[in-house]
């Protein structure tokens, strides 16, 4: 994962070019924490069995395995969703192309003229 944080950084900057990178980075990493809080509650949610509810220590652990691996398939669908998702962005690089244009004086263009 931290790998991948670099590089998901700087595209987003790349993608929101107006708006300043900090504040970008900063809701981005906003973002991330609501997400890893609303996993870590949904997660332990899923595992919490109620040994009540069961006769026998086999059935809760039954119930316990039948949950983790719950939890360990969205744990995996996500990042999965994450990369097909990250795949199909169309990268658009607004910075660099401003900055060529700054150089040489011409107009700044859209994504839409340059197609």
Avoid: H, W
């Amino acid at each position: 994962m931290i790998s991948v944080m670099p590089a998901s950084l700087g595209l987003g900057v790349e993608l929101t070019f107006p708006m300043s990178p900090a504040l970008v980075n900063g809701v981005m990493f906003l973002f991330a924490q609501i997400s890893g809080c609303m996993q870590s509650l949904t997660y332990s949610a899923i595992l919490d069995v109620d040994i009540s509810n069961f006769d026998t220590e086999e059935q809760v652990t039954e119930q316990r395995l039948t949950r983790a691996l719950y939890v360990l398939t969205f744990y995996f669908m996500i990042p999965l969703i994450s990369l097909i998702s990250i795949s199909l962005v169309k990268e658009d690089l607004k910075r660099l192309r401003y900055k060529l244009n700054a150089t040489t004086g011409a107009e700044p263009t859209t994504s839409s003229e340059m197609a």
